[in-house]
């Protein structure tokens, strides 16, 4: 089944621990990127990946990072966690947004996070 | 800046009556245009999307979208509403001529209440 799976789906954290919330895609979309959703702002994107090794800044980067050392993966990295980085968390992948048109993305199932 | 606004927070129908979810949009080149679903702790799912050609768009579950350029809005549509309809819905865009970031900007979401 072509999906993009997300772990954990819920993490309770505290302040400045470390965490890394994994995302993995089955479709050789070459193209991903991370969402936040937040009550009343719809979803933000957090970085983007066109290709492997290919990362750059979406609207709301601070505080987080990532990789794409595989074309399947996109972790995002929360260094440093703090209180207002509790949200709700998606991943999502597609086929190379130029080369394909506008290709729909395809979404995770997201993962609810918590920094007390 | 591209924006795109769901102006109803809420939208209440009754089982088997039309429904409409509104959008509109602002981008400075040709718009591509999405709409996704989110059922209740699910991540999002494409419903359509408009890309060019012609202005009514039809997609799953019976949804169609219809762009209009003078208004420029893509309001969502179904001719008649079921229960199983109550979600959340977003509206989304991409400049279609800007660097190909892949990113979508999203409007805050239109709840959806299908009541029997």
């Known amino acids: 089944e072509a999906q993009v799976t997300q772990n954990p789906r819920y993490l309770i954290t505290v302040t400045g621990k470390k965490l890394t919330v994994t995302c993995s895609q089955n479709?050789?979309?070459?193209?991903m990127s991370w969402y936040r959703q937040d009550p009343g702002l719809g979803l933000r994107q957090i970085y983007y990946?066109?290709?492997?090794?290919?990362?750059d800044k979406g609207d709301v980067p601070e505080g987080y990072k990532v990789s794409r050392k595989e074309k399947r993966n996109f972790p995002l990295i929360l260094e440093s966690p703090s209180p207002n980085q509790t949200s709700l968390y998606f991943c999502?992948?597609?086929?190379?947004?130029?080369?394909?048109?506008?290709?729909?993305?395809?979404f995770g199932p997201g993962t609810r996070l918590t920094v007390l | 800046a591209q924006s795109v606004a769901q102006p109803e927070d809420q939208v209440n129908v009754a089982e088997g009556n039309p429904l409409t979810v509104k959008c509109t949009y602002s981008?400075?080149?040709?718009?591509?245009l999405f709409w996704y679903v989110q059922y209740p702790n699910r991540g999002l799912q494409f419903l359509l999307k408009?890309?060019?050609?012609?202005?009514l768009v039809k997609g799953s579950y019976g949804f169609e979208a219809e762009f209009n350029k003078s208004q420029t809005s893509f309001h969502l549509k179904k001719p008649s509403a079921l229960v199983s309809d109550s979600a959340l819905y977003f509206c989304?865009?991409?400049?279609?001529?800007?660097?190909?970031?892949?990113?979508?900007?999203f409007g805050q979401g239109t709840t959806l209440q299908v009541k029997p």
């Open positions: 999502a992948s597609s086929f190379t947004p130029g080369l394909a048109g506008a290709a729909e993305q395809f």
């Open positions: 479709m050789n979309h070459e193209y």
């Open positions: 990946s066109m290709n492997v090794e290919v990362t």
């Open positions: 981008v400075s080149g040709n718009p591509y």
């Open positions: 408009y890309i060019t050609g012609d202005n």
């Open positions: 989304a865009v991409r400049d279609g001529s800007s660097s190909n970031t892949g990113k979508l900007i």
